[in-house]
């Protein structure tokens, strides 16, 4: 049984829009034979009808693993963990909820053991990255030690930086959560990056000799800002319009959602830009 993990919360229904949309085309292309999909959110009536399992997000999870609002980044974590906790399942697969499956997922489930973990893509070394935002790593932990459960933490050479919108792991490496859980609240005050939560687990996956392999070429997304604007109000329109809870109609029409810019958006926005800047 794989266990697709689909986390969404927060203000925005982009977030929750961006979820069923995933979920609808997952069960529309790849079916649900031997599939749990379990939702982890704070608007849990916008998936009535869903097929899905709801654990419902309320403000005290929120605040505890949120860091009270402070960097909500540890909810993925501690969602993730519990969601694993709740469905038995011998692997569970999260997504993030901007993107979406070209490929069934079940390959890369193939590729997962207990020595190997699938990870969305390898973003580099953290000790001399080009990358402005890796690089605040080594700035701000080259010359610390920090006590934690694994024992002292220490930057190391082959620290690396893994991209968490892809997290598949089997039964018996869920445990590693809490301990990246921790280590991201140990490194988060030392670190100006909306990374932390990532480099975390990539670095208790690392401290236990897992090995990991990349699994973007599986999935595409609206996650860039452009991209986002102009799937956001689609999606709410669809949803305006069908109802929120009608799953079959849902599921009967999900295609008609188009997802991706036209070339006349893109270059709009590429024009708005432009006259925007200074």
């Given at each position: 049984?794989?266990?697709?993990?689909?986390?969404?919360?927060g203000?925005?229904?982009?977030?929750?829009?961006?979820?069923?949309?995933?979920?609808?085309?997952?069960?529309?292309?790849?079916?649900?034979?031997?599939?749990?999909?379990?939702?982890?959110?704070?608007?849990?009536?916008?998936?009535?009808?869903?097929?899905?399992?709801?654990?419902?997000?309320?403000?005290?999870?929120?605040e505890?693993?949120?860091?009270g609002?402070?960097?909500?980044?540890?909810?993925?974590?501690?969602?993730?963990?519990?969601?694993?906790?709740?469905?038995?399942?011998?692997?569970?697969?999260?997504?993030?909820?901007?993107?979406?499956?070209?490929?069934?997922?079940?390959?890369?489930?193939?590729?997962?053991?207990?020595?190997?973990?699938?990870?969305?893509?390898?973003?580099?070394?953290?000790?001399?990255?080009?990358?402005?935002?890796?690089?605040?790593?080594?700035?701000?932990?080259?010359?610390?030690?920090?006590?934690?459960?694994?024992?002292?933490?220490?930057?190391?050479?082959?620290?690396?930086?893994?991209?968490?919108?892809?997290?598949?792991?089997?039964?018996?490496?869920?445990?590693?959560?809490?301990?990246?859980?921790?280590?991201?609240?140990?490194?988060?005050p030392?670190?100006?990056?909306?990374?932390?939560?990532?480099?975390?687990?990539?670095?208790?996956?690392?401290?236990?000799?897992?090995?990991?392999?990349?699994?973007?070429?599986?999935?595409?997304?609206?996650s860039?800002?452009?991209?986002?604007?102009?799937?956001?109000?689609?999606?709410?329109?669809?949803?305006?319009?069908e109802?929120?809870?009608?799953?079959?109609?849902?599921?009967?029409?999900?295609?008609?959602?188009?997802?991706?810019?036209?070339?006349?958006?893109?270059?709009?926005?590429?024009?708005?830009?432009?006259?925007?800047?200074?």
């Amino acid at each position: 049984m794989i266990n697709h993990i689909v986390i969404a919360y927060g203000s925005s229904l982009g977030y929750q829009h961006g979820a069923k949309y995933q979920i609808l085309r997952l069960i529309s292309k790849f079916g649900t034979a031997n599939r749990k999909i379990t939702v982890v959110t704070d608007h849990p009536k916008l998936f009535d009808n869903y097929p899905v399992e709801i654990l419902t997000l309320d403000a005290s999870k929120k605040e505890q693993w949120g860091g009270g609002g402070a960097d909500h980044f540890g909810i993925k974590l501690k969602g993730f963990a519990w969601a694993a906790s709740v469905v038995d399942a011998s692997t569970h697969i999260l997504l993030d909820t901007d993107m979406y499956w070209i490929s069934d997922p079940v390959e890369l489930v193939e590729q997962v053991s207990s020595g190997f973990v699938v990870m969305y893509q390898d973003e580099g070394p953290i000790m001399g990255a080009k990358n402005r935002s890796i690089r605040r790593f080594e700035e701000g932990l080259k010359r610390l030690q920090l006590p934690w459960s694994g024992g002292i933490y220490t930057l190391n050479r082959e620290s690396r930086m893994y991209g968490s919108a892809i997290i598949c792991m089997s039964r018996e490496n869920v445990e590693l959560m809490d301990p990246a859980f921790e280590l991201f609240r140990v490194l988060s005050p030392h670190v100006e990056a909306h990374t932390v939560e990532q480099f975390a687990l990539s670095e208790c996956l690392r401290v236990r000799g897992l090995k990991i392999t990349e699994g973007k070429r599986y999935t595409n997304n609206w996650s860039s800002t452009g991209k986002k604007n102009y799937a956001t109000p689609v999606l709410a329109e669809f949803f305006e319009k069908e109802g929120e809870n009608e799953f079959e109609a849902h599921l009967e029409r999900w295609e008609s959602i188009k997802i991706n810019r036209p070339i006349l958006e893109l270059v709009k926005q590429k024009i708005n830009r432009l006259r925007s800047r200074p």
